[in-house]
């Protein structure tokens, strides 16, 4: 996929079930930069992911979801992907019926128009061994169904092996942090680095902040009941990694 570009958030209001979770909710990404969404559980982190991914669940009663300068907002999923959006999941679907190497040589057909089933050509291979090394998986993980049978760890390197293998216009990556341990954290943030220096917008949440460290944001926005309260940079992480989120969002 071609590289430039940008992702902008426009008075973005969300309902689920009949309940407006994400409320007048802006801010834009562009190429080779870093947003980092942070907040309490149940800020409305997720729900915003999946809102610009298309979920159809999530109910948009007003705003706009700018890729590029296009409003994407009624397109379906498979479109958003075309058009250079990929999410990189918290909590990934289990497929056992799929090969992981499968499933990201089917991602790249769909890119490039040709069939699903098309092999894999010698360069995307090549690009695969490389790949798992630098998330810290093996080829074995690639034979396996998608996610089956893989750690919480395991699966957060997949999503972040198929991000590093599409290499998406904007990458949104929903708490790669999470259930990962120091090392994990590092080869996931360095993968995230190489991404980014691809060209790739980054848009993650974490409200542990610990990936922060590897892949220092341009921007930090602090979430709270679908609203946005604060923004700046690392020393609004360092704030909230001292007093957390109860006491930060009472200071404001």
Not at 7 to 27: M, P, Q, T, W
Request: hydrophobic content about 45%.
């Amino acid at each position: 996929m071609a590289n430039m570009a940008e992702l902008r958030i426009e008075d973005l209001a969300v309902s689920v079930d009949g309940k407006l979770i994400i409320n007048g909710v802006s801010f834009s990404v562009r190429s080779g930069e870093v947003l980092a969404l942070m907040g309490p559980n149940g800020s409305g982190k997720t729900t915003l992911f999946m809102t610009i991914a298309g979920h159809p669940r999530y109910n948009v009663v007003r705003g706009k979801v700018m890729l590029d300068g296009e409003d994407i907002v009624k397109l379906p999923p498979e479109e958003r992907f075309l058009r250079g959006l990929m999410v990189a999941f918290q909590t990934p679907t289990v497929v056992p019926e799929v090969r992981l190497s499968t499933l990201i040589t089917a991602m790249i057909n769909k890119i490039n128009g040709r069939k699903l089933t098309d092999p894999a050509p010698p360069s995307l291979v090549n690009s695969l061994m490389k790949g798992i090394q630098e998330v810290g998986l093996t080829p074995a993980h690639l034979s396996r169904g998608v996610n089956y049978g893989f750690s919480g760890g395991e699966m957060k390197r997949s999503e972040i092996l198929q991000l590093l293998m599409v290499k998406p216009k904007v990458a949104l990556v929903d708490e790669p942090d999470s259930g990962l341990d120091v090392d994990g954290v590092f080869a996931v943030g360095k993968a995230l680095l190489s991404l980014l220096n691809s060209g790739t917008a980054i848009v993650l949440t974490t409200h542990s902040a610990k990936i922060l460290h590897v892949v220092k944001p341009t921007k930090v926005l602090v979430l709270s009941r679908g609203r946005i309260v604060a923004e700046g940079g690392m020393e609004l992480v360092e704030e909230i990694e001292k007093v957390g989120y109860e006491n930060f969002l009472k200071a404001r």
